[in-house]
């Protein structure tokens, strides 16, 4: 039995919906799993010559930096309910998860109760540590006691993805990380991205790319994002955006 309790760090979004049919996509992040919980319809996942079938009744986890495309059933759309979070110890599996609910049927209980949260009968926030979250939390821990999630033990990494969390926002720099764990700033890159599957220059660009695009979505200018992000210029972000969509359709593709 796995031992590991996992916790949800921060939400970023949940809904009950029903994507367009003409698919749709989620690119690889630095840290930011998903859950979806098919009600009804079907659709198929993509990556690159593999394609897995998203059906009624079950349940996916999507482990981070996992690009995949969904390709949408016009005749059956899917109607589901999605989870995006980040989570400790973070997940570095190159699996989709995949579990029957009629297996599991606390899973479906979980998705129903916090359906009501997400409705708006109990309130709930993004940040902080709301009944939501937990409801996620014991979904999360359900899905690990009968898969396999392999994560991210190493302490210096685990301090370090702490470190970065708290100061992407304020310009802190790879060397900065690795003086701080009392690296060499080439040994740390090397044992970083043997744990993580990415270089941290790479990670904290990401974090700062996401929480712009998050600042976007609620209303923030791209000035203002860029500027309460760190980028020298609205400009610098503008072309960071562009790029990731480039860099997305070539994963994808």
Known sequence: MNSVKYEITRLFGAGRVTPEPDGWSFIDTPETCRIYYVHSGSAVFHRGDERIPLTAGHMYFIPPRLP????????????????????????????????????????????????????????YGPSEYTPLIGCIETMVNVISEV???????????????????????????????????GYAP???????????????????????????????RNGFTMAQAAERTGYSTPESLYHAVHRKKIDKVKKLS
């Open 68 to 123: 995949f495309r969904a390709e949408q059933d016009i005749s059956s759309p899917m109607d589901h309910t999605f989870f995006d979070f980040s989570m400790r110890p973070q997940v570095v599996s190159e699996e989709i998860i995949v579990l029957d609910g009629e297996s599991y049927p606390e899973l479906g209980l979980l998705v129903r109760a916090a359906e009501r949260m997400i409705r708006g009968d109990i309130p």
């Open 186 to 216: 080439d040994h740390f890159i090397k044992k970083f991205r043997r744990a993580m599957g990415t270089t941290p220059y790479a990670y904290i660009k990401a974090l700062r790319l996401r929480e712009a695009e998050m600042l976007r």
């Open 147 to 181: 898969s396999e999630f392999r994560t991210v033990d190493d302490p210096a990494i685990l301090s370090a993805l702490d470190i970065i969390e708290s100061g992407y926002m304020s310009g802190i720099t790879v060397t900065d990380v690795a003086l701080r764990l």
